[in-house]
Every structure is written in structure tokens, then in C-alpha cells.
């Protein structure tokens, strides 16, 4: 198991005007892109992922996210893990806009903790940044684990390096488009290709497909006032991995 979350080509397009799902989107590896949030204050957020459908492999956590202006802050805690072999992660993240660069640093802490064998600790961090084209389109860079490209020999900053190439496009206020493209040192890809479709002000639905390896995704995001729930069902070879996000929203 790795010291993060294990990569599921999840794509995420959702018009919401905060950034707590960014940084949850981050914490779960998924593809993604946000706008800028609406509203300043507080949103609260719960996540679970079931990976493969099995019972003895999930990943569970909760976080914060305090949103000022251009700026936006975030707290997760996050356990991943079956029983007897688990990591504990603390996330801390800052977004800042630069207009108009959009820059967020996510640095983790991590605790594993494995029957019969004392505690290790395991330190990383993210880098993401998004560069609008218009109203409509743009482009984002993400490093993972950037620890792990910066001192590969160094133990507890040993990770799963990952950096993302993303482009997305609206071609109306309904419909969106989405394509990422993975690397790692192990293997190139997945190569995702997604779209999303919202129905009204309530309903959202979004579908990927993947490639390298072949996989898709289908989900739904239901929101009514402060609250928003996001559904998610991926499919690949080991099997199905439901993914389950709930927001409560600023005032």
C-alpha cells in the first residue's frame, strides 16, 4: 500500500463556487477543476472511498476548509488503510490566486502503522496549478508527491511521485469538458477523457472514460443549500470503487 491514496481515474467537473472540493479532490487524487469560490466562511467535508468494493480496504476522513477572499485554507484527516496495515494522514493546504495563476501547496503527514511493528513516519506534498484561458477554458499542472522528485533517497519523503497535465473546457454553462494525462516514473497514463452535464440548479451527473488502463467513471452531485452530496461509481479491472463526498457550505 502507498503512502497516499491509491490513483482511481475519478473525474470531478463541478461548477460549485468553493474550494473545500478542490482540496478534497486533491486528498483523493482525482481529477478536477473549481471555480472560484462565491462565498467567504467555513464549509465542512466528509469523504469515503471503498476501494474495489472491498470491506477490508477503505479510506475515510473529514476536513475543513476556511475561504477568505482569493485565498482558501484546508485541514484533512485521513485514514487509509485494511486492518493491521494503515496510514494516517494530516493534510494542510493553501490556495492563493495570482491572477491569474491559481497556486496551491498541499504539504502531509503521515503515520504508518503496521501489526507487531512500531510507528513510521512519512512526509509529503502537492503542487497544483491551474492557468485560465477565458471565462470558459484552461489548463492545469499538479505535482504529487513532489517530495519524493526532490530527495529520492531521503526514507520518510519516499512516495508515489505523479505529475498531472489537465485542460478543460465549457462550451455552455451546462456542459463541460475534461481531459488529464498522468506520469510517473512506474508507467505513463491513464490517459482521461470526461464530461459533465448539469440537469438544474440540484442536479449534476459527470462521466469519464480511461485508457491505459481502460476504466470509467459515473457520478452525481445533488445540492440544495448548504448542502452537497457527490456520488461516485468507478469501474476497472479489480473491480468497482464507490466514492462518497459530503459538503456543508458556507452561509
Not at 491505459?212 to 473491480?239: K, M
Amino acid at each position: 500500500m502507498r503512502p497516499v491514496f491509491y490513483y482511481i481515474p475519478i473525474f470531478i467537473l463541478i461548477s460549485a463556487r468553493v474550494y473545500g472540493q478542490e482540496a478534497a479532490s486533491l486528498v483523493m487524487r482525482e481529477s478536477g477543476r473549481m471555480d472560484l469560490p462565491g462565498a467567504e466562511g467555513l464549509t465542512l467535508t466528509c469523504l469515503t472511498r471503498q476501494y474495489y468494493g472491498l470491506a477490508q480496504w477503505n479510506a475515510s476522513g473529514a476536513g475543513i476548509t476556511l475561504t477568505r477572499s482569493q485565498d482558501a485554507s484546508s485541514l484533512f484527516l485521513v485514514r487509509d488503510g485494511i486492518p493491521g496495515f494503515s496510514f494516517y494522514h494530516l493534510y494542510l493546504s493553501h490556495r492563493h490566486t495570482f491572477k491569474p495563476v491559481s497556486c496551491l501547496l498541499q504539504l502531509r503527514v503521515s503515520l504508518l502503522v503496521v501489526e507487531n511493528h512500531l510507528p513510521a513516519l512519512r512526509l509529503g506534498g502537492t503542487l497544483d496549478l491551474r492557468l485560465p484561458l477565458g471565462e470558459r477554458s484552461g489548463f492545469g499542472l499538479t505535482l504529487y508527491d513532489f517530495t519524493s522528485f526532490l530527495l529520492p533517497r531521503v526514507a520518510p519523503a519516499r512516495a508515489d511521485p505523479l505529475v498531472r497535465l489537465q485542460a478543460w473546457q465549457s462550451p455552455g454553462r451546462r456542459l463541460g469538458l475534461c481531459a488529464t494525462f498522468d506520469l510517473s516514473p512506474s508507467h505513463p497514463g491513464p490517459l482521461s477523457v470526461g464530461t459533465r452535464l448539469r440537469l438544474d440548479e440540484q442536479w449534476l451527473i459527470f462521466g469519464t472514460a480511461s485508457f491505459l488502463p481502460v476504466g470509467f467513471t459515473l457520478g452525481s452531485v445533488w445540492s440544495s443549500g448548504r448542502l452537497r452530496v457527490l456520488f461516485s461509481l468507478q469501474t476497472g479491472v479489480p473491480g468497482l470503487t464507490p466514492t462518497v463526498i459530503f459538503q456543508q457550505l458556507p452561509h
